[in-house]
């Protein structure tokens, strides 16, 4: 399964990229100004399904329904748990998805997904924004995840490929997880110089 996020923060003109790394528009976009948040989602939303052929999947509540694990929804990939654990019900929906495309309003305010204490410090934590993601369960995979993230941002967005990084598993030790060179291999394809491909740990 792959997946590509963009967070939309809806009270402000910003785009944050996969992996939370931060992009201001006034200064890595190429005179766009015109670039509001609903905008951005419909940009999005309309690459993914119309050229892209995913399935739009309409948005949750914000207080999740039959699972009790959830205080709030925090993640645009919560309403696709049951498909990530296997226990879809064969007769839902869910369970014919080979790609999917949403947008959803998460809450970060309490359980592990609390980043109350971390607002304000640093660029990306927030308690209530947007997060669009398009999701693939089976159908393609790291490669054209990639390649259509880069053309999403790069092309219809118009970001800067020069002012853009990007990110991959750099493995874990503790885990015993070894480095997705796999992920690292394709971004130096798709044209990225190695300084900005950027190894992170799962955390």
């Known amino acids: 399964m792959h997946f590509c996020n963009v967070y939309c923060i809806v009270v402000r003109r910003v785009l944050w990229r996969k992996y939370a790394s931060f992009v201001r ?4 976009s190429r005179g766009l100004t015109d ?10 939303l309309n690459y993914f399904i119309e050229d892209k052929g995913h399935t ?17 929804t925090s993640a645009g990939m919560n309403q696709f748990k049951s498909i990530f654990l296997g226990t879809s019900d064969p007769k839902s929906p869910l369970s014919n998805l080979t790609t999917a495309a949403n947008s959803q309003k998460c809450i970060r305010v309490g359980g592990k997904h609390n980043d109350l204490d971390d607002v304000g410090r640093d660029c990306y934590h927030h308690t209530f924004f ?17 390649r259509m993230s880069w053309e999403l941002l790069t ?8 002012r853009l990084f990007v990110t991959y ?11 997705d060179e796999e992920c690292k291999d ?10 900005f491909v950027c190894p992170k740990s799962g955390k």
Do not use: Q
């Open 25 to 28: 528009l006034s200064r890595f």
């Open 35 to 44: 670039f509001t948040s609903s905008k951005v989602r419909k940009t999005f």
């Open 56 to 72: 739009y999947v309409k948005p949750s509540s914000v207080i999740p329904h039959g699972d009790p694990t959830l205080l709030f």
């Open 130 to 146: 947007e997060m669009l993601g398009n999701w693939s369960f089976g159908r393609y995979s790291k490669e054209e995840a990639c």
């Open 155 to 162: 092309g219809l967005f118009r970001l800067s490929s020069d």
């Open 169 to 179: 598993f750099g493995g874990d030790a503790t885990l015993g997880l070894e480095s």
């Open 186 to 195: 394709i971004w130096l394809r798709i044209g990225l110089a190695n300084a």
